[in-house]
């Protein structure tokens, strides 16, 4: 069973910046898929962003696209979501996932994912 935990979220001014981890164990990281979703209070879990085992192949929701970045490094067994330009729109939880398809197209979807994280509030004031 492959644990997650997030980490690096915060209370940031609109414009800043935060950078998120998402830490695994107990599963052979290098080989999974991982992906980035969030919900804010009252509103739907929404995808964020998504990235390829070799982390040649990331994705993005339009309304994160030029901000934040997604990556990853296998030898920590981590993968980071940097976000640029904060907006007030942004504060949620952000929750890393596993995903359970390889097509990157297709993990926009949260039934693509198998093991979550407990997630991180981030939270921009404006």
């Known amino acids: 069973q492959v644990r997650l935990v997030e980490s690096g979220g915060g209370l940031v001014q609109a414009g800043g910046s935060l950078r998120l981890s998402c830490v695994a164990s107990?599963?052979?990281?290098?080989?999974?898929?991982l992906g980035w979703f969030r919900r804010a209070s009252g509103k739907e879990r929404e995808f964020v962003a998504a990235i390829s085992w070799s982390g040649r192949d990331t994705y993005y929701a339009d309304s994160v696209k030029g901000r934040f970045t997604i990556s990853r490094d296998n030898a920590k067994n981590t993968v980071y979501l940097e976000m640029n330009s904060l907006k007030p729109e942004d504060t949620a939880v952000y929750t890393c996932a596993t995903s359970r398809v390889t097509l990157i197209a297709a993990m926009t979807s949260a039934a693509s994912y198998g093991y979550w994280g407990q997630g991180t509030q981030v939270t921009v004031s404006s």
């Open positions: 107990g599963g052979p990281f290098s080989s999974l898929a």
